[in-house]
C-alpha cells in the first residue's frame, strides 16, 4: 500500500517563508500532488510534479526527490490568506487513483 | 466559465436508506472523480468516470456506485448508509483525467447519517 506522512500543523508569522514537507513510500510512484483546502471549502490544485526538481509558481514552490520519496511545498511572503490545511497527494501502483495524505493545517498569524 | 457544481449540498439520512448526489462537471471536461472526506480518514478517493466508463475505482465497499451521463454529469449512489458514511463528498472534473492530473472541486455535500 501507500504511506504519506505530513505534519499535522504549523504556524507561520505573516509575510515569512515556510516549508511543509510530505515523505512517501509507494510502488509505482506516477506524480505527486499540493491541493490547498481552506476551512469549509473544497480542495484547490496547487502543483504537480512528476521529475525531480523545484517547480515554481508565484509564492509556490514545489520540490520532488524521487529517490527519496520526499517533496515539499514552499510559501514565500505568507499572508493571512494562506491559513488553510495543505494536503499532499500521491499517485502510484501503476495508475492514476491519488491517495491523499492527512493534510498539514497551516495558521498564519500577524 | 461555471465551476463544478454539486446537489444537494447538505442531507440528512437515517441509516439503512440510500443516497444519490449529483456532480456537474465544468464545460468540456469529461473526467469526474468522487471523493470522501472525513476527519478521521481524510480524502479518499471512490472513483473516477470517463466518458461514461468506470476508469478508476478506490478501495470502498460495493455499496457505493456511480454512473456519468453522455453530458459527463456524474450521480453517485450509497445503498443501505451506515453511520460511518456521514462524510463530505467531494467531486472533480478535469478535461481528460487519469494522467491529466488538474482537478477541479465542487463545493462538496455534507451527508450526515443518523
Known amino acids: 500500500g501507500q504511506n504519506i506522512d505530513q505534519p499535522t500543523e504549523m504556524t507561520a508569522t505573516e509575510g515569512a517563508i515556510v516549508q511543509i514537507n510530505c515523505t512517501y513510500q509507494?510502488?509505482?510512484?506516477?506524480?505527486l500532488f499540493w491541493y490547498q483546502q481552506h476551512a469549509g471549502e473544497a480542495p484547490t490544485f496547487l502543483s504537480y510534479n512528476v521529475l525531480d526538481g523545484l517547480e515554481e509558481k508565484g509564492r509556490f514552490s514545489s520540490f520532488l526527490s524521487r529517490s527519496k520519496g520526499y517533496s515539499y511545498l514552499l510559501l514565500k511572503e505568507l499572508q493571512m490568506k494562506d491559513s488553510a490545511s495543505y494536503l499532499c497527494a500521491v499517485f502510484s501502483g501503476g495508475s492514476y487513483i491519488p491517495t491523499f495524505g492527512r493534510g498539514t493545517s497551516l495558521i498564519v498569524h500577524p | 466559465k461555471a465551476g463544478v457544481t454539486q446537489t444537494p449540498r447538505y442531507l440528512i439520512k437515517t441509516r439503512g436508506q440510500q443516497v444519490t448526489l449529483s456532480c456537474s462537471p465544468i464545460?468540456?471536461?469529461?473526467?469526474v472523480s468522487w471523493y470522501q472526506q472525513t476527519p478521521g480518514q481524510g480524502l479518499q478517493f471512490l472513483f473516477e468516470y470517463f466518458s461514461e466508463t468506470q476508469r478508476n475505482k478506490g478501495n470502498f465497499p460495493g455499496r457505493f456506485s456511480g454512473r456519468q451521463f453522455s453530458n459527463s454529469r456524474s450521480e453517485m449512489n450509497v445503498s443501505t448508509l451506515e453511520l460511518g458514511d456521514s462524510a463530505l463528498y467531494l467531486c472533480?472534473?478535469?478535461?481528460?483525467?487519469?494522467?491529466?492530473?488538474?482537478?477541479?472541486f465542487g463545493p462538496g455535500t455534507r451527508l450526515t447519517v443518523t
Open positions: 472533480a472534473s478535469g478535461l481528460a483525467g487519469g494522467s491529466s492530473y488538474e482537478q477541479y
Open positions: 464545460s468540456g471536461h469529461r473526467s
Open positions: 509507494t510502488s509505482g510512484f506516477n506524480g
